[in-house]
């Protein structure tokens, strides 16, 4: 007799508990840290300075980041709002580590959250 130790599998109502609480933190953070974007918090209008895209692409950024914090929080957008939360964080890792020479620790943590609910939102 062959007996396995695996976890049952988690029920729908706890993955949804899981997925919502993770969407709302997800979408807290996104969304302050895109309205400090489009606000021209100093230090956001500092790091694109350093990054030398221009100003354009702050709020760009900003305004992709709030969208996407409102897209997380709507089941029928929350998979691409979560993809496209995603890109903008390896954008930023990337900006992090070669431009700003800064700990990509924060986007690396906002990837890691946004790709997993991608991944549990998937169509």
Known sequence: MITTNTLPAAT???????????????AVAFFAAGSAKLAGAATMVDLFDKVGLGQGFRYFTGFLEVAGAFGLLTSRYAYYAAVVLSTVMV??????????????AAPAMLLVLSGTIAYLRKP
């Open 12 to 26: 729908g109502k706890g993955r949804l508990i899981t997925l919502w609480t993770l969407s709302s933190l997800a």
């Open 91 to 104: 954008g930023a890792i990337i900006a992090h580590m070669t431009v700003l020479g800064s700990s990509p």
